[in-house]
């Protein structure tokens, strides 16, 4: 890897953290639920399709997989200001808003759920007989 591209994978990196900390901060408000909840699953499908439609000098690079790790942290940021403002202003949410809450937390429950199953997938075939 030459120094360039070493570089420039460290201005991703940066870039993905800063990102993710501004989306963090920033915005508390119920009545942005479905605009985040529209996020995360174009975000999700922006991580899916994305790369397999850019070209192969492109696709096999290391950019790509900085970029999709920087993507899911943001969807990750998302989801738990989904779940905070769920938790927080669960009773006073319109039905939209309520659902766009429950879409944003989707992705958050789903990778609870693949995690615990890899847990005891290890678990279970690791176990001493």
């Known amino acids: ?9 460290l201005f991703l990196v940066v870039a993905g ?11 508390w408000s119920p009545e942005q639920l479905p605009l985040w909840a529209g ?3 174009g975000l999700i499908a922006m991580i899916k399709f994305v790369p397999a439609m850019l070209p192969a000098s492109i696709r096999w ?17 998302l989801s738990l200001k989904s779940l905070i403002l769920m938790l927080r202003h ?11 809450a429950y ?3 989707a992705p958050l429950v789903i990778g609870v759920l693949m995690v615990l199953i890899f847990f005891w997938i290890a678990g279970s075939l690791g176990a001493k007989k």
């Open 61 to 77: 690079s290391d950019n790509i997989s900085v970029v999709q790790v920087a993507l899911g942290a943001v969807v990750l940021v």
């Open 1 to 9: 890897m030459s120094a360039s591209q070493a570089f420039f994978i």
């Open 90 to 100: 669960g009773s006073s949410l319109t039905d939209s808003q309520r659902w766009a």
């Open 39 to 41: 996020l995360i699953w």
């Open 17 to 27: 953290i800063a990102l993710v900390i501004w989306i963090f901060l920033r915005g």
């Open 103 to 105: 879409l944003g937390i």
